[in-house]
Nanobody, 124 residues
Framework: QVQLVESGGGLVQAGGSLRLSCAAS????????MGWFRQAPGKEREFVAA????????YYADSVKGRFTISRDNAKNTVYLQMNSLKPEDTAVYYC?????????????????WGQGTQVTVSS
């Protein structure tokens, strides 16, 4: 079992930045690839970014490529999502998730554990 707790969400103006954190507890954090997903009101959950167990590989949705950066610190059992140049369309609840496949995936069904989510609101 892995417990995931997100933090760092909030209200920011367009063009601003936020850094989300996801702290993991339970089984060995480095045994999992990690991903970030988001869900806006009335929309399906969508992939944002993923990182392999070692941090050596990262993947991004086209909509955030060049603006968002995913990273992890296995010593701190934490994964991060640095979000720059935020846009109103980035407004959503952001979820982190753990994937035992080690490499990471853009498919939500690949993930075994999910956090409760943190709200990000970008005003225009």
């Amino acid at each position: 079992q892995v417990q995931l707790v997100e933090s760092g969400g909030g209200l920011v103006q367009a063009g601003g930045s936020l850094r989300l954190s996801c702290a993991a507890s339970g089984r060995t954090f480095s045994s999992y690839a990690m991903g970030w997903f988001r869900q806006a009101p009335g929309k399906e959950r969508e992939f944002v970014a993923a990182i392999s167990w070692s941090g050596g590989s990262t993947y991004y949705a086209d909509s955030v490529k060049g603006r968002f950066t995913i990273s992890r610190d296995n010593a701190k059992n934490t994964v991060y999502l640095q979000m720059n140049s935020l846009k109103p369309e980035d407004t959503a609840v952001y979820y982190c998730a753990a994937d035992s496949s080690l490499l990471g995936s853009s498919w939500y069904g690949s993930y075994d554990y999910w956090g409760q989510g943190t709200q990000v609101t970008v005003s225009s």
